[in-house]
């Protein structure tokens, strides 16, 4: 449905119609219950008026049967309501409201047009509190016993949102353990505490009264150096956790599945995309709380598993998307239209869209402007090929964010409007504007006019160029062979392709051969010895043990890799790269290890106590440590699953010896997800958790008395405010799950991008999470970054979809922005060939002397290579100096005119 005005929703009465965004729905309206004709059969003004005609109140509902050999089940979940626990106050005090009432605040389609606003007067609140584990973490009526996984982490977002929105606002969040358990979470949470005016208060709370004034909302809670107080806010926000959908059990009792006792989808713990029904998978929030860059990839990996499911079908019923003849613009003169995208709030908050179009309508050339809600939506893709359909464009270019992310999608729209896709440029006024100049609005937009004009001064130059099909070979290399690997090998070639599985250890099962239980009861053990069968058994797969990779070159489609293992060379040709490393325990300098034996990591622990170790099953007393060498200076991040590692530990040391006394030092608990029921279990069995702060962790020393031999850990408990002395036989450490050595080497072989703790970096953390920028190399489980094991299956099975996406085609198209070189202007100096890391560059012997040539598939188009010849010699294709120097000619100002724009040339 086009809307007049992107924020204009007073055609409804009762306003009853709301503009929804997400990745699934790009840009729709719906319209909620409040609608007059839905309840008197009145009004119908919206149907009116809509041009597309995308509302029709005469619709009945109607029974479609549909065929399928799989189903996937992706139903979402159901935020909490916390009117089912009155304690809260919401619904009842106006300036209480959910997480989700304040996502809605925060947008530029919400009530308030992206502006912070308090309901009972509209002012701008300067005192706002959030409320941590609203329905999640409470074995209450209404409550829900288990984390929901994403409430501490969004509540980080929106309290820098909120600090971005006003500096002066002062912002506290109370709560019990901080869950910054993902990748780079917890230095966003570093961030947040940094910012001036926020407040973290580890504290329960409960909402005493409204004034009835002000209708502030006053906050009870407590803290060990001042005990109970309370403090008046002008709003306070719920962080309300995930309920499983409410319509979970009918789709149980319709496909025949089982839900677990929270009401989520059942699941094979060692295959969790899997229902107790064939056939039937299950991705996303349905499996259980997750946050976004795991639902993406259990939606890849569900797809895989139909893939193998229905592989007897691939390319029966797929039919190829055909595209209009592309025109011939060679005589025409430049028609330029220009786009600009609100972005949500990301743009229209800051920048003046509405003055930026008037701007570019100005500008030489530019025949068409619009402003949009979301360029990238569907709806908005569509009305840019209409644009060039209708106005006869031959240039475009869409102000709007990063062309890293939907430059493809902008494209695409050039196509279906019949245009070369390289008459195409983006203009970032996100990144580049609105986020960095977010509280200088003014100059802001003006820093937006000169970035689209200067995009438009490029696009007047610019020149089509064809994209070349290269041929695909259709094994896959997986390099890593413990869990993640296996699973990822094993799901590729159960859809008819060659794998070739590189371990570098003489054995498969890489930690995994560590491990014998989990909290859930798996016996990983036997799993484990299952899944080597099944790779060791299957026909498409071949494994190389104590391998060593000396040398991979190549490109999507396309690659070599030399591997030597168990003494034997050999080359392997392959069209896909999986990257499954792994990852090692860190092992400690602290806490008196490696100089006592009674000091041990949970890994060394867990292997005592499958052997039923005499001195561990009997131990009077042991005590655990965690965060040994997570959460510092040298490794700021979380190790996610060193928690629950401990817990199980201990609940299995309570089912041999249960009149062990164990101690979990801690300084979060990080049990997410349904791991918070184990946490609760082992506090029953009387495991005592002591929280300790990291600048007070705990003493260890080993001692003698009475003729005892004890190590004696010291620790300050917050709750006693005093040093207390626990004499333990055995000390375990949760240490970190570290990075293996070899990563750097890894990533150098296969141009994979390492992160900040040589972990791989994905393409993307949300959009694209097992994807590499490196086209045809994917990643998968630890070698992401630390994982249980159900997440790394569900990644591992992401993997192979993302593979399976590649080597189902025969053919995959390379980008036709790559770099030529002119051999009169080449001297032969060979900076152009050290400069390319992609080896795309080579010297040959001509009459003339030695020259540079290109090979254009291995081209990445970085244009490295053009800033190191002297002679100018090497052009990038699309970025060509003609079109830079237009760019640069275009920032003298308003005063800027074109010189004279050729008309569009063929291309090379």
């Known amino acids: 449905m086009k809307i007049p005005d992107p924020f204009n929703q007073e055609i409804s009465k009762n306003k009853a119609i709301h503009i929804h965004f997400s990745q699934a729905i790009p840009l729709i309206t719906y319209i909620d219950e409040s609608c007059l004709y839905l309840k008197e059969k009145k009004c119908r003004i919206c149907e009116a008026v809509c041009e597309k005609k995308a509302i029709d109140f005469t619709q009945t509902p109607e029974k479609v049967k549909v065929n399928v050999g799989a189903i996937i089940l992706a139903p979402g979940f159901e935020p909490f309501d916390p009117k089912v626990r009155d304690e809260y ?101 570093e961030r947040t505490e940094r ?258 004009r200067l995009s438009v001064a490029r696009a007047l130059r610019l020149e089509p160029l064809q994209e070349f099909e290269l041929s695909v070979n259709k094994a896959a290399l997986v390099v890593g062979g413990g869990l993640a690997g296996m699973n990822c090998a094993l799901s590729i070639a159960n859809q008819g392709h060659e794998v070739h599985l590189i371990e570098r250890e003489k054995e498969l099962g890489g930690m995994a051969r560590r491990i014998y239980y989990t909290l859930e009861g798996l016996d990983v053990q036997a799993y484990l010895q299952d899944l080597m069968y099944k790779v060791f058994r299957h026909p498409l797969i071949r494994v190389y043990p104590d391998a060593t990779i000396l040398e991979a070159k190549g490109y999507v489609g396309n690659f070599v890799t030399k591997v030597k293992s168990e003494g034997v060379i050999t080359e392997i040709k392959h069209g896909a790269t999986v990257i499954a490393v792994g990852a090692d325990e860190y092992k400690p300098t602290e806490y008196l290890y490696g100089k006592d034996d009674r000091v041990m990591t949970n890994l060394e622990l867990e292997e005592r106590i499958a052997r039923r170790d005499e001195k561990v099953v009997t131990a009077e007393t042991l005590v655990m440590i965690q965060c040994v060498g997570s959460r510092n200076e040298e490794r700021n991040y979380c190790s996610r699953i060193c928690c629950s590692e401990s817990i199980k530990n201990a609940l299995k040391l309570k089912e041999i010896n249960p009149k062990m006394d164990i101690y979990i030092l801690f300084r979060d608990i990080r049990t997410y997800g349904f791991k918070e029921d184990y946490y609760r279990e082992a506090a029953d069995k009387d495991v005592k958790f002591i929280r300790y702060e990291p600048g007070d962790k705990p003493q260890v020393e080993a001692v003698e008395e009475s003729g005892r031999q004890i190590l004696r850990v010291t620790v300050t408990d917050p709750i006693l405010g005093k040093r207390v002395e626990i004499d333990a036989d055995m000390l375990a450490l949760a240490a970190a799950t570290v990075s293996p050595s070899g990563n750097k080497q890894i990533s150098q072989l296969f141009k994979a991008s390492l992160g900040p703790d040589d972990f791989f970096k994905e393409a993307h953390v949300k959009l694209r999470p097992v994807d590499f920028v490196e086209d045809g190399v994917y990643l998968c489980g630890m070698a992401h970054y630390p994982k249980h094991i159900p997440e790394a299956v569900n990644q591992a099975y992401g993997a192979a979809g993302r593979v399976l996406t590649l080597l189902s085609h025969d053919t995959v198209v390379a980008s036709g922005s790559v770099c030529i070189v002119d051999e009169k202007k080449c001297m032969g100096c060979g900076a152009c060939v050290e400069a390319c890391t992609y080896g795309a560059l080579e010297l040959y012997e001509t009459r003339q002397g030695e020259k540079a040539k290109i090979n254009p598939v291995l081209c990445k188009g970085d244009g490295l290579c053009n800033t190191k010849c002297p002679t100018g010699a090497i052009q990038l294709k699309h970025f060509t100096d003609e079109q830079l120097i237009a760019q640069i000619d275009a920032t003298v100002g308003d005063r800027w005119e074109p010189k004279e724009v050729k008309k569009i040339g063929c291309g090379t």
């Open 195 to 452: 910012l001036p005016g926020v407040r973290f208060i580890r504290s329960y709370v409960s909402v005493v009264r409204e004034d009835p004034k002000s209708k502030n909302v006053t906050i009870r809670y407590s803290t060990p150096e001042d005990g109970v107080k309370e403090e008046e806010f002008d709003m306070v926000v719920l962080s309300i956790g995930l309920n499983p959908p409410s319509d979970g059990k009918d789709l149980a009792r319709k496909f025949g599945i089982e839900l677990d006792p929270h009401g989520f989808c059942k699941t094979n713990p060692s295959n969790p995309i899997e229902t107790a029904r064939p056939g039937i998978f299950v991705s996303g929030v349905f499996q259980g709380p997750m946050d976004i860059p795991e639902s993406v990839f259990t939606a890849s990996g569900a797809g895989s598993q139909c893939g193998q499911l229905l592989d007897y079908r691939r390319d029966k019923l797929t039919t190829e998307r055909v595209y209009p003849a592309e025109k011939d613009v060679s005589q025409e003169e430049p028609k330029v239209g220009v786009f600009v995208c609100y972005c949500g709030a990301n743009i229209g908050r800051v920048v003046d869209v509405p003055s930026v179009v008037e701007y570019a309508s100005k500008l030489p050339h530019v025949v068409h402007v619009d402003k949009q809600l979301f360029s990238c939506s569907t709806d908005s893709a569509k009305q840019i090929t209409e644009a060039i359909k209708e106005k006869g464009l031959n240039r475009v270019v869409v102000a709007a964010c990063t062309p890293k992310t939907h430059e493809p999608t902008f494209r695409d729209s050039l196509r279906e409007g019949g245009l070369n896709q390289y008459f195409f440029d983006m203009a970032n006024i996100r990144e580049h504007c609105s986020w960095v100049h977010s509280r200088e609005k003014e100059e802001a937009t003006e820093k937006a006019k000169e970035i689209t």
């Open 89 to 189: 106050g919401y619904g009842k005090f106006e300036n209480v409201i959910t997480s989700m009432d304040y996502e809605r605040l925060l947008s530029s389609t919400g009530p308030y047009e992206g502006e912070i606003r308090r309901t009972s007067d509209l002012k701008h609140p300067k005192k706002i509190a959030w409320i941590q584990c609203v329905g999640s973490r409470q074995v209450l009526p209404g409550g829900n016993s288990y984390c929901s996984t994403v409430c501490c982490t969004y509540t980080q977002k929106q309290v820098i949102l909120t600090k971005d929105h006003d500096l002066e606002a002062e912002c506290t969040v109370f709560h019990n353990d901080i869950r910054s358990f993902g990748k780079d979470f917890e230095r966003f949470y």
